[in-house]
């Protein structure tokens, strides 16, 4: 029996399946500034990756072409936007891990979320009310 090859692309994106580790960097910039030229990008990110400047243009394009970023051309830099905020992508890739990984069972993604972040009393009632209106809608159906 012939040994089966699994190849795994580390940056397939799609909204659905999240972002590989650059385009995470690069799209934190990018939210955390609102809109960026690949410069921008390129100055906050240099100091801890030293990458070239035309790798940081080729993701953003790439992100842009992905719909990930709005990229606007009238000017002479190119000037990028997002196009999804991050709790939309959050969303999306949590979602995928849950499908894909978990099959459906939401259980050990809350579970791994609440042991491995920080939270606050606010938040916690508010999941707790969640709780309690999921709790709700199981119990009528």
Do not use: C
Request: charged share 25%; hydrophobic share 40%; aromatic share 4%.
């Amino acid at each position: 029996m012939a040994k089966k090859t699994i190849r795994v692309r580390k940056n397939r994106v799609g909204v659905g399946s999240g972002l590989g580790e650059l385009e995470a960097d690069i799209m934190s910039v990018v939210w955390k500034l609102g809109n960026a030229s690949v410069k921008d990008v390129f100055e906050e990110l240099y100091p801890g990756k030293r990458l070239a400047y035309t790798t940081i243009m080729t993701v953003m394009s790439r992100l842009a072409n992905k719909n990930v970023l709005k990229q606007d051309r009238s000017g002479t830099a190119y000037i990028y936007t997002p196009n999804v905020s991050q709790e939309e992508m959050a969303s999306s890739m949590i979602g995928h891990v849950v499908e894909k990984v978990l099959g459906g069972n939401i259980a050990p993604a809350v579970v791994y979320l609440l042991k491995r972040g920080e939270i606050d009393v606010n938040e916690i009632e508010r999941i707790k009310s969640m709780i309690q209106e999921k709790k709700g809608e199981l119990v009528k159906s």
